[in-house]
């Protein structure tokens, strides 16, 4: 009997981890729009991130734009990364096809510097920033 009871509860525990305790929203975001909003909102950070004084980066908000381009609101935004963030396997499964999407974009960005000729800085803290010459 008392071996019993530590497997009740393991039981308990993992069928409980395997059930979502967010319910799949009436509006929801469908899965490959939403990977596009956080491939965009992504994009926007690091745009963001790299200058963030200049009066362009600050004059971009964010979820405004991501609000229009989509035509979502802000509570269909909310709801829906509240329940792809409790579907875990989907959620990873979308945040690497951004890695992917990035990677590829860095390719394509990599082969056109190539191309046009554009050398990069030699090894300093803005090695990553190419130099036209």
Sequence with gaps: MKKLIPILILVILFSSCTKSMIEKPSNLIGEEVMTSIYYDLTVLDAIRSQNPYSPDSQAINAKDYIYKKYKIDSLQFTQSNRFYVSQIDLYRNMYQKISDRIDDEK?????????????????????????IQ
Excluded: E, F, M, Y
């Excluded at 390719?107 to 130099?131: C, E, F, H, M």
């Design 107 to 131: 390719k394509n960005t990599d082969s056109l510097v190539k191309l046009r000729g554009i050398k990069k800085a030699p090894s300093t803290l803005n090695s990553d920033k190419p130099q």
